[in-house]
């Protein structure tokens, strides 16, 4: 089992920065596909970026040049700067593990999931 925590989130400002960080206890990375997912209120989950190992990312298309996925497999932790953040990116962040690599935006293809953390950006 991996457990996944999530922290970095708050209020932010249009144009501003965060730095979203999602650490992991119970096994280590490894070769797992890590994923960033966020959920809008009334809009259902959607894909943000993944990170593969050992190397390769994925971006979605609305957040891609703004949004940054980084891993350090040594503490275990999955990062996902965000800049230049829209009111439209207001959502509930979610980190995902995939450990069999399946290299899918769907959230089925991820085995373990954190709570969360909140980025609310204001206009």
């Known amino acids: 089992q991996v457990q996944l925590v999530e922290s970095g989130g708050g209020l932010v400002q249009a144009g501003g920065s965060l730095r979203l960080s999602c650490a992991a206890s119970g096994r280590t990375f490894g070769r797992y596909i890590l994923g960033w997912f966020r959920q809008a209120p009334g809009k259902e989950r959607e894909f943000v970026a993944a990170i593969m190992w050992p190397r390769g990312t994925d971006y979605a298309d609305s957040v891609k040049d703004r949004f940054s996925i980084s891993r350090d497999n040594a503490k275990n932790t999955v990062y996902l700067q965000v800049n230049s953040l829209k009111p439209e990116d207001t959502a509930v962040y979610y980190c995902?593990?995939?450990?069999?690599?399946?290299?899918?935006?769907?959230?089925?293809?991820?085995?373990?999931w954190g709570r969360g953390t909140q980025v609310i950006v204001s206009s």
């Open positions: 995902a593990a995939d450990p069999f690599a399946r290299r899918s935006r769907s959230e089925n293809a991820y085995d373990y």
